[in-house]
């Protein structure tokens, strides 16, 4: 049985869950697409395990996480799960090997660099690695990213390293306050991801396309998201 001192968070998860899982649904139908194919990540930042295990056996099958020190100390308790683990959160690279053969994917590749320690540590340890290029949408200097401009070049030289294989793209827009900016940078995302994929390029995949978050998730499902990643939707606000 779940701890009292998870058990409110655990009641709000349960709510939580069923109104984000709404969302999803309806804005998948208004775009004419079936909700089976958008992938609800839950974003586990600053989330016990205890709650993450709960929400595991409510339904949620893919995790992601932001910060390496936090995923090692969950990890264990997450490991003997069936649940997806991904790590979402910038990354730097004397960080990778520490996520090699414990995440499907790191879908924060903004850099040849960053690429190139993943490739090298696959290698090395007989591993392989999902990755997502992210991309810079709204150019601001905070964020990392590539540039639209420079993406493909970018796929261009990442597709030929050995042990990783690109699986689509991540963005974070703006925090707009304009639902129609909003739209039209989820658009361009969608844009740069057909055009990707149109190629087809060896060992490019495009599977993915990661965008939305806890605020604007149904925005970006309209505009052709295959995976949501919703943290404080699920699980609260941030402690």
Do not use: W
């Not at 639902?179 to 740069?192: N, T």
Request: aromatic share 8%; net charge negative.
């Amino acid at each position: 049985m779940m701890e009292n001192q998870y058990s409110d968070r655990c009641r709000d998860f349960d709510e939580n869950y069923k109104l984000v899982t709404e969302k999803l649904c309806k804005a998948a139908e208004k775009a004419g697409r079936s909700p089976q194919d958008i992938t609800l990540l839950a974003a586990t930042k600053t989330v016990p395990p205890e709650v993450i295990h709960y929400a595991i056996e409510q339904g949620v099958t893919c995790i992601g996480e932001n910060r390496v020190q936090e995923f090692l100390e969950k990890y264990e308790a997450l490991c003997s799960t069936s649940c997806d683990l991904q790590f979402i959160g910038r990354l730097q690279t004397n960080k990778v090997k520490y996520l090699l053969h414990k995440v499907s994917c790191i879908q924060s590749v903004d850099s040849f660099k960053l690429a190139s320690e993943i490739s090298r540590l696959c290698l090395r340890e007989n591993a392989h690695m999902d990755v997502l290029v992210e991309v810079n949408i709204g150019r601001e200097e905070s964020k990392g990213g590539i540039l639209p401009e420079a993406l493909p070049e970018f796929v261009d030289q990442i597709r030929e390293l050995p042990g990783i294989t690109v699986r689509g793209l991540m963005a974070i827009p703006p925090d707009c306050g304009d639902p129609a900016q909003l739209f039209q940078y989820f658009s361009s995302m969608r844009q740069y991801y057909v055009d990707i994929a149109a190629k087809k390029l060896d060992n490019v995949s495009m599977d993915c396309l990661s965008m939305g978050m806890s605020s604007d998730f149904p925005a970006a499902i309209e505009c052709g998201a295959t995976m949501v990643r919703v943290g404080s939707a699920l699980f609260g606000k941030r402690k």
